[in-house]
């Protein structure tokens, strides 16, 4: 007769495997339809944007290892997260660096100057999206520099925009930083003329939450649509060598369609997010409400204005 102890263990031992085939089922079923949607809407595109294919960044903040992998193993390369310290711990996995050789981090939080040299040490770190000033820009080239010891691999930056304008309390973005739009050509001429260890790749937004697309194109999507234009203008840029970085869970297809090359889709992929009580895991306390959350769904009438929207 077999002892109590010896039927838990072996109901334990079922119980993980079990967990394991359900979690590859769900993020597997939800990454594929998302990249049927990254690529039917990229079909909706004007002829007339620049055919660069979108890019998927599967956003896995708070989400443990064990997903990535399985993400990683259904074809998905691309990853960002928001945070340096998670991202550092993340990227820094065993599980992760035995299983994942092809990986490339994008960070798309908010970067404190004092947290660069900690960001430019992650292992496979591929795009740095949020570089919002120039002062900002020197210190990842020269910290770049040190890092890599002067070698000729540049890390690839995108500038940060604050599209919306939105301002808390306190006089700061709501959860965006992010350059003011007039200062764009200037601090794009910075980078490509003064960081020598830097590759500009593009433009990058969040844009207010919960835009409303049944009153037509998103605002946000529009300015950098218009503030990359100006930077190819005023530096004779190709424009289909500046991407646009803009587009998340809620709004991904929209973004698409209008012009962005990058789109950052989290919750859609590995399910809604739960936010540690603690603060210590994050660089800026009490970080704003997940946008994917409280967002609408693009009605009828709003698709009916995208088929007719021109750029």
Partial sequence: MSSPQTCFSTSAFVAAPMWKVAMSE???????????????????????????????????????????????????????????????????????????PEIKWHFIGHLQKKNVNKLLGVPNLSLVETVDSASLADKVNSSWQRVRRGGA???????????SGEQSACGLPLGKHGLPPEETVDTVRHIVSKCSAL??????????????????????????????????????LPLEDVELSMGMSTDF???????????????????NREYPNSAGNTPNPSPAPSPEKSSKKVSEDAAQKMQHLTV
């Fill in 26 to 100: 769900e993020v597997g079923k939800a990454l594929q339809s998302v990249v049927d949607r990254v690529n039917q809407a990229a079909a909706r595109r004007p002829k007339t944007l620049p055919a660069v294919p979108p890019r998927l960044v599967a956003v896995s903040k708070t989400k443990p290892p064990e997903m990535v992998v399985e993400a990683y193993r259904q074809g998905q390369r691309n990853f960002g997260e928001n945070y340096v310290n998670e991202l550092v711990d993340k990227a820094s996995d065993p599980l992760i660096l035995d299983s994942c």
């Fill in 199 to 236: 590759h500009f790749l593009g433009l990058m937004t969040i844009g207010r939450y919960g835009y409303d697309l049944s009153l037509g194109p998103n605002p946000d999507f529009q300015m950098l649509l218009a503030r990359r234009q100006e930077v190819c203008d005023g530096l004779e």
């Fill in 153 to 163: 691999q540049k890390l690839k930056v995108m500038v940060q925009l604050n599209t």
């Fill in 253 to 271: 297809e929209h973004a698409i369609e209008v012009g962005s090359t990058n789109v950052r889709v989290g919750s859609v992929i590995f399910g």
